[in-house]
């Protein structure tokens, strides 16, 4: 079973940033939050990860709450190619028996 | 790189024959995963290697279905025999030292 939860579905205007959240309250010490993206008929896209701090690449920020319970996925100018459904995953980095559990996620819309 | 590759893109067959669906890792990647998504159930995913020798399996629906690694850069899925609940994409993906799995196009079956 997935052990994250995220809205269903959420939109966004063009250009704005979109901020998507992630419930995570199981989660353990050594366990890392992981964000995901599927765009319609492509593979999942790997967008970032992050343990406790909070973490900044070309393509979001991620943001993790310091009881590590939650988290933000932020697309700092959302544009139309962004439309997809954006998972949060949260798993051990180095494992040997655990692997990624994708949930629902969350379908998100970039609005023009 | 050209990241992980799959054959074929798609794949129309008749039920009861038998199917295979190819994959390359990304270069130097020691663990390879594959993924079948359906409307109704998801990603799920059905079996990894590691250093090409199965570790996992038990995602495997049944015995109609089997995986190959013969070597670092190429693995197989096979179901045999085919039938029309097995449509679906099906996804490979690699990851190095089992952090951050990146995903290959995917394969759409179609069993009719």
């Known amino acids: 079973d997935a052990k994250t939860t995220q809205p269903p579905s959420m939109d966004c205007a063009e250009g704005r940033a979109a901020n998507l959240p992630c419930n995570h309250s199981?989660?353990?010490?050594?366990?890392?939050v992981y964000w995901y993206r599927q765009i319609h008929s492509q593979g999942p896209q790997y967008i970032i990860h992050g343990l406790k701090n909070n973490e900044t690449n070309e393509m979001a920020s991620l943001i993790i709450t310091e009881d590590r319970k939650s988290s933000t996925l932020i697309l700092p100018h959302a544009t139309l190619r962004d439309t997809a459904v954006y998972y949060c995953i949260v798993r051990v980095a180095d494992n040997y028996g655990q692997n990624f559990v994708f949930g629902p996620g969350t379908r998100l819309s970039v609005l023009p | 790189d050209a990241g992980v590759i799959q054959s074929p893109r798609h794949e129309v067959t008749e039920m009861g024959q038998e199917v295979t669906l190819r994959c390359k890792p990304i270069s130097g990647h020691d663990y390879l995963f594959w993924y079948r998504q359906t409307m109704m159930r998801g990603l799920e995913l059905l079996i990894y290697?590691?250093?090409?020798?199965?570790?996992?399996d038990s995602g495997m629906p049944e015995d109609r279905f089997s995986a190959k690694m013969p070597n670092a850069s190429f693995s197989t899925l096979k179901i045999q025999p085919s039938e029309p609940r097995d449509s679906a994409v099906y996804f490979c993906?690699?990851?190095?030292?089992?952090?951050?799995?990146?995903f290959g196009p995917g394969t759409r079956l179609l069993v009719l």
């Open positions: 993906a690699s990851s190095l030292v089992a952090k951050t799995q990146y």
């Open positions: 199981t989660i353990s010490g050594n366990e890392y």
């Open positions: 290697f590691n250093n090409n020798v199965p570790i996992d």
